[in-house]
């Protein structure tokens, strides 16, 4: 597990935006296509519907629309952005990234572009990576989006995996401010040895596409979901707690904690553990697991609902693939 050190320059985030595809697919619709019911997805999940993109749509249109709104919400034109990262999993193509797709529909033609894996994780883990980009004066402006079109990976088939999962994204823009704190300390970490709980084997150069890949659906996203229930619940509560404690800092201080938006039960096992309850913010019901995404999507609506304010502290902690996790803890700078 590896700690970020102090910044030479404080980066705050100064804009968000998202955007989540109009088409809305209920528990009673997913319940024509496989055998499920409302009743079944929403007791283990706390889903009630989830956006799904058209198919003309890609996961860097998602990610154009969710950049063009952080943007104008930080008041920053797209000639302004050094750094663009798109972190997803379901990335337009192999090559090139998704991010030089979404560079060039906004016009972000001076900054240099790339795509983060790291699952549900990687949006956190691309704050991270252009905080210090920016706090070491390498680059100045930096748009970090988080964008999914889930519905293209997932087996239609599968009521265990398809239920799970929606289409949309998230970004913000970060800058070096005169912020007391913006982006602090964070903590982040992976462990390989379980990527076979959550992962998609095959189309990759391990398993390349072939007859027999599709054939076995080995195309679509594979899950072990009690493994994956019990290790996303464990990393993300003992991410919280060390995160605190880097920043010397308790739950009390914490306004607001936003959890990637996995399953409420999760996201409550999490909160009654740690008895901040209260304090979790929740959107999975509308927008289901959004993967990379949901952080961002969830980030926005917490900020745009008023629930915080200037000086504010935020805690951001995600779990994915990988398996990756981690925390880190934002200083509201923007009302
Ligand atoms: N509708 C109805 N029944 C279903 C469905 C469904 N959609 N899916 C599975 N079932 C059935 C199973 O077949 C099984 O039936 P059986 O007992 O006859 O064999 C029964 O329900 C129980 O299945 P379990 O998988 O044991 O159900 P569980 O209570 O563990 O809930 C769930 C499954 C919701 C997936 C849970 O394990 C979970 O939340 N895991 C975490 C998943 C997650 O959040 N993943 C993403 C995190 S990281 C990231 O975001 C990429």
Wanted: proline fraction near 1%; charged fraction near 20%; hydrophobic fraction near 45%.
């Amino acid at each position: 597990m590896t700690n970020s050190s102090n910044s030479l320059r404080t980066v705050s985030i100064i804009g968000t935006g998202r955007y989540l595809p109009e088409k809305v697919v209920t528990n009673d619709d997913l319940a024509k296509i496989v055998d499920t019911n409302d009743e079944w997805i929403y007791t283990r999940t706390g889903m009630r519907e989830r956006r799904i993109a058209r198919d003309d749509q890609a996961t860097s249109d998602l990610a154009t629309e969710a950049a063009r709104a952080a943007l104008a919400d930080a008041g920053v034109a797209a000639e302004e952005v050094d750094l663009l990262i798109v972190a997803t999993l379901s990335p337009d193509m192999f090559f090139p990234s998704t991010a030089c797709f979404v560079q060039e529909q906004i016009g972000a033609n001076n900054a240099y572009c790339f795509d983060l894996g790291a699952a549900c994780s990687g949006s956190l883990f691309a704050i991270e990576t252009a905080k210090n980009q920016i706090a070491c004066g390498a680059v100045q402006t930096a748009l970090v989006i988080g964008a999914e079109k889930m519905s293209t990976f997932i087996d239609w088939e599968d009521r265990s995996t398809c239920v799970l999962f929606g289409d949309g994204a998230g970004a913000v823009v970060l800058r070096a401010t005169g912020a007391e704190r913006g982006i602090m300390q964070g903590t982040y970490g992976s462990d390989g040895s379980l990527a076979d709980l959550l992962w998609t084997p095959g189309g990759g150069s391990r398993n390349p596409i072939s007859q027999a890949v599709i054939e076995q659906k080995q195309q679509f996203l594979k899950m072990e979901g009690r493994e994956v229930y019990k290790h996303a619940v464990k990393q993300m509560t003992q991410s919280t707690l060390k995160v605190l404690e880097m920043n010397e800092l308790t739950a009390d201080d914490i306004k607001c904690f936003v959890a990637h938006q996995a399953n409420a039960r999760i996201i409550s096992a999490i909160g009654s553990r740690l008895d901040v309850q209260d304090r979790m913010f929740m959107n999975v019901e509308k927008y289901a697991n959004t993967s990379a995404a949901a952080l961002l999507i969830a980030l926005d609506e917490v900020v745009k609902s008023g629930t915080v304010q200037q000086g504010d502290l935020v805690l951001l902690v995600a779990f994915g693939g990988g398996f990756t996790w981690g925390a880190n803890i934002v200083e509201w700078t923007k009302s």
